[in-house]
């Protein structure tokens, strides 16, 4: 069966040092691209997906917390991401190679899942799903940022997109939160959705 590698918003703004940080994000690129080097070249397709927010005023429809108002890290956020910056870029200790299928979400709405962005230059489908489809891909493995959020919500659409096998490769994400990340990781268990760690 053919494999994607799908690499989740392993940008600036997610790690140490961004609006929007978290704890290990900076490690997590390493590792990816550890992962890459040893394994890239048994994926037949290898995907990298950004957030790529419109700026303020535009609240990306909620998903950035209102002016003067606190974001609750559940629903609403600070600004980060925003396309064309340099936080919206992919962390330098990420290294992918040139064949990557580059996927851009969030343009003025609250996108979570890489399966809601767009194919960046795309040569054939625009969306992920049907590019997948299109290369008979059935076994996904997702990786990156974040475990409780953007991760989850793609390896939840890729099984919805109609993946046969999906594998979430957790030594290779980063979470917001400990409680968050347990919930996510239970519910991905319960959608059949395997969880283990890189080889």
Known sequence: MKSALVVVDVQNDFCEGGSLAVAGGAAVAARISDYLRRHGAEYDTIVATRDWHAPLP???DGHFAAPGTE????T??????VAGTPGAEYHPDL????RTVHVVKGESRQDYSGFQGRVVDADGPAQLG???????IACVDVVGIATDFCVAATATDARRAGATVVTVLTDLTAAVS????????TDLTAQR?????SR
């Not at 609403?76 to 991401?81: A, E, F, L, R």
């Not at 049907?130 to 290369?135: G, K, V």
Request: charged share 25%; net charge negative; aromatic share 6%.
């Open 58 to 60: 535009d609240t990306n």
């Open 71 to 74: 974001p609750d890290y559940v």
């Open 95 to 98: 290294v992918l190679p040139e």
């Open 130 to 136: 049907a590019l997948l489809h299109a290369r008979d």
């Open 193 to 197: 959705i395997r969880l283990e760690e």
């Open 76 to 81: 609403t956020w600070p600004v980060h991401c």
């Open 178 to 185: 400990a409680p968050t990340a347990v919930r996510a990781l």
